[in-house]
């Protein structure tokens, strides 16, 4: 018999062995697909489940979210968000649909919430606020530099993950796109008389704007597997603002269920502008609401408050006490604050100041670069709540001051801004130039407070601000910024007043930390950010500083041509000496 080789047996042994090991690693793949497979099931079968659950919101006086409550209790769940938004700077708004459940997991807490994109890349989500009206609650995460890059930007899905290895599977179908901030209905508002709706890139900038004929509002009612459209014309169309008729409730298939949506809220009623000639409807995240039913006493005849005090704020916790206290010690009765989603300590400060008996109202309003478009708003609020007589339109760091402000005739009525109120009836604005302080020499925020620590000046004033007779507004609500067009078809004019009548100290240039900060991100007004190396002849840039977020040479010292303290001595008298204990020191 003949024997085999030593090299040989090797041969067969290592292939036995190559055998052996394939059969193993076979058979734990066929159990893995299988356990793998019924785990997928049953988290199918347990998100439909816990789908049905209604996220439970505590909201306070003002609409904002207290403590929101979800009853999922999976390790790893993605969420389907309804609609996002590209803001600018590569931030991504997630809204919600309403009742979305969500994971109880601490919202507070960075790395349980993620955005998972198409290409498997994610970035941390942060719960931003719940919107009002429509509670839908919204997150907020940025792009990665990936995605970025890519040709389409597809909508994210909200990821919570107790682990960061854990991935909820995607959908192979296409996702839709990202909503694009520059183009898309944001906001609706509705009168007893028409629907008023907020959009961005449907008018250009420059007063471009789109003949109403160009255009219509387009109203959809989803449910029940039935969708129906009602097209309304467009009757103004100014700047974002537009406004068109109600719908007719009949033709929208509502008939008798009309009260009952009205009951329901504006969860299932989009509305939108549609460009005729395009034949495009303009991305929309606005509901509609129904036409308030106004009994005929139910808005006071008289408005409450005679003077108003109304601005956007972002991040201004800091300087909100002081600016409150003086304006109300002046004649302000009541403050309106549009909150351009602030992040700071604003709304503890804002409970102080109620508890010490200011009048604050405010209104969420995130969208960014849209502050013309807001204090439109504030006009249609402030009519449909009978709210103010007057408006007066200023920020956090401007104060209004006048040089034949008599201390003793006026102090303890309050009187001060109610005597300049014109008292010509055809006067429907009032128009005063400002005074722009720089830095006076201080490297760190003054803790007595910008009037008493800035009290240097440029020479020449520039842009004037406003203070206007809401019923005096043109019905177009056409403004720029602080100042609105008045309705001359109804007899009204504007009144420009002189510096030795009335001025509003703007402290612009504070000291370079908080200069820095309030100029790192202009998320109201559109306005180019300032590290941008564009439109270097703007009023709204800085003079010498350049683009670069470096503090420019001997700073504290800039935009100093006339020492003025008449300001700082005049809130010394109203509120006496900046002491610790005093309690009518300034802020």
């Keep these: 018999m003949r024997r085999r080789s030593p090299r040989a047996t090797g041969t067969f042994l290592l292939c036995l062995l190559l055998l052996l ?91 349980n919430y993620h955005c ?121 169309s100014v700047q974002e603002v537009f406004r068109c008729p109600h719908p007719d409730p009949s033709e929208l298939g509502l008939g008798p269920n009309y009260q009952s949506f009205q009951e329901q809220g504006p969860e299932k009623m989009t509305v939108s502008l549609e460009i005729i000639a395009d034949n495009l409807v303009v991305p929309s995240v606005a509901f509609y609401t129904p036409r308030p039913n106004n009994e005929p006493n139910s808005i006071q005849a008289k408005p409450k408050y005679e003077i108003c005090a109304c601005t956007m704020v972002y991040n201004v916790a800091k300087f909100l006490r002081e600016w409150v206290m003086y304006h109300s010690k002046i004649g302000v009765d009541n403050f309106l604050l549009y909150d351009n989603g602030s992040e700071d300590e604003l709304k503890n400060v804002i409970n102080e100041l109620r508890g010490d008996g200011y009048n604050i109202s405010t209104l969420l309003w995130i969208w960014p670069k849209t502050q013309e478009a807001g204090f439109s708003h504030s006009i249609l609020y402030s009519k449909s709540m009978g709210m103010c007589k007057w408006i007066m339109y200023v920020d956090v760091d401007e104060f209004v001051f006048s040089p034949l402000w008599n201390l003793d ?96 100290n703007h402290y612009k240039y504070q000291a370079w930390d908080e200069f820095k900060n309030k100029f790192r991100r202009r998320v109201s007004a559109y306005v180019v950010d300032w590290k941008q190396n564009v439109n270097l002849n703007s009023k709204d840039r800085t003079p010498g500083l350049g683009s670069e977020a470096v503090e420019p040479k001997d700073w504290a010292n800039k935009f100093c041509e006339v020492r003025d303290e008449r300001l700082k001595s005049f809130t010394q008298k109203l509120f006496g000496s900046f002491r610790s204990n005093d309690t009518h020191a300034m802020a």
């Design 21 to 111: 090991l394939f059969s193993i690693f076979s058979l734990h793949l066929s159990r893995n697909a299988i356990s793998t497979s019924s785990l997928h099931h049953d988290h199918e079968n347990h998100h439909v489940h816990h789908s049905k659950r209604a996220l439970l919101n505590d909201l306070d006086d003002d609409g904002f979210l207290l403590h929101p409550i979800a009853r999922i209790n999976d390790s790893s769940f993605s969420v389907s968000v309804s609609d996002s938004i590209l803001l600018p700077d590569w931030e991504i708004l997630l809204i919600l649909s309403p009742n979305t459940p969500l994971p109880p997991l601490p919202l507070d807490r960075n790395d």
């Design 116 to 236: 998972l994109f198409r290409n498997n890349e994610r970035s941390p989500a942060k719960f931003f606020t719940v919107l009002p009206f429509t509670n839908r609650t919204t997150f907020k995460c940025f792009m990665p530099e990936s995605v970025r890059r890519r040709r389409i930007f597809s909508k994210p899905n909200l990821v919570a993950s107790s682990s960061y290895n854990e991935s909820p599977e995607l959908s192979s179908s296409p996702a839709p796109e990202i909503l694009k901030w520059n183009f898309f209905v944001y906001e609706s508002f509705s009168t007893e008389n028409d629907v008023v709706l907020f959009a961005k890139g449907v008018n250009g900038r420059q007063g471009n704007d789109r003949s109403p004929n160009e255009l219509h509002c387009v109203f959809t009612l989803e449910g029940n597997g039935v969708r129906n459209t009602v097209k309304t014309p467009v009757t103004s």
């Design 409 to 504: 005739e006026n102090e303890k009525h309050g009187s001060h801004l109610k005597s300049m109120v014109p008292r010509e009836k055809r006067a429907g604005q009032v128009s005063v130039h400002c005074l722009e302080f720089g830095p006076s020499g201080q490297k760190v925020h003054p803790i007595e407070g910008v009037t008493q620590g800035y009290t240097c000046r440029k020479k020449v004033e520039q842009r004037h601000k406003s203070m206007v007779l809401v019923d005096a507004v043109d019905p177009s609500l056409w403004n720029v910024i602080h100042h609105f067009k008045v309705n001359e078809k109804g007899g009204f004019v504007s009144v420009k007043l002189g510096l030795d009548k009335w001025v509003v």
